[in-house]
């Protein structure tokens, strides 16, 4: 998935994901997490709204993001207006791809392939680390 993820210039995007999401920070989720726990963990992490994500919610956020990593610029029709308003955005957008993970059943597979690939990666950690932390107003 990384090597995927990279030949896409997708890289960037998933680190982003990862520390947004706070699966860097999620001590919960374990190789051991069965299916069912990982769903009530969703649900203790974002209600029912999981249980009623689509398809087109998630390919939403990969065109957005596969834009993003061509143009290496942030369009103007998303009206991010500084800082905070990006933030706010990265947020929402990384809470769709988990709330898609849930869906999918592989929640526990996105923090396992964050805290492989990312989360300890002084590349990543440098400039994504502080977004763990980040919630919208």
């Known amino acids: 998935m990384f090597q995927a993820q990279k030949n896409l210039k997708l890289t960037s995007a998933d680190a982003m994901y990862c520390f947004v999401a706070g699966h860097c920070n999620n001590t919960e989720v374990t190789e051991a997490t069965t299916q069912t726990e990982a769903s009530a963990i969703c649900d203790k992490l974002y209600g029912q709204r999981w ?73 990543f950690r440098s400039r994504f680390g502080n977004l763990s932390w980040s919630y919208p107003d």
């Open 51 to 123: 249980t009623k994500i689509g398809w087109n919610d998630f390919m939403g956020v990969l065109a957005r993001a596969l834009e993003l990593s061509t143009t290496h610029h942030v369009p103007k029709e998303w009206n991010v207006t500084g800082w905070n308003s990006l933030v706010k955005l990265a947020h929402h957008e990384a809470e769709i791809s988990a709330m898609t993970a849930c869906a999918m059943g592989n929640f526990q597979c996105d923090l396992a392939y964050c805290k492989m690939n990312y989360c300890n990666s002084p590349k």
